[in-house]
């Protein structure tokens, strides 16, 4: 796909679909190196690549984000469970 203006490709839907299934579980680094290598010499639109490696900085973001909540969310249900179980009368009364 070209910009009417620039003559440059853009990074079309499909593209960006390919790509980011490629980079998905890829650090930042990684993943910008394969952009970086897919978009070289292929007279693409810099702001174009520039606004996907944004797109995948954020969801890069996001993953780790949600990972450090899921463990934090953890850590809370075992200290309640610890005090609920600590705080259970020694001998239960069954009559």
């Not at 620039?6 to 930042?28: C, H, M, T, W």
């Amino acid at each position: 796909m070209e910009q009417q203006a620039s003559g440059q490709r853009i990074l079309d839907p499909i593209e960006r679909a390919k790509l980011g299934l490629k980079v998905f579980n890829l650090p930042y680094s990684q993943a910008e190196v394969l952009i970086d290598d897919y978009v070289s010499g292929k007279n693409y639109d810099q702001s174009t690549v520039e606004y996907f490696k944004d797109q995948v900085a954020t969801q890069i973001h996001i993953r780790e984000k949600g990972a450090e909540l899921l463990v934090t969310g953890g850590e809370i249900v075992k200290l309640v469970a610890q005090s609920f179980m600590k705080n259970l009368p020694k001998n239960f009364d069954r009559g």
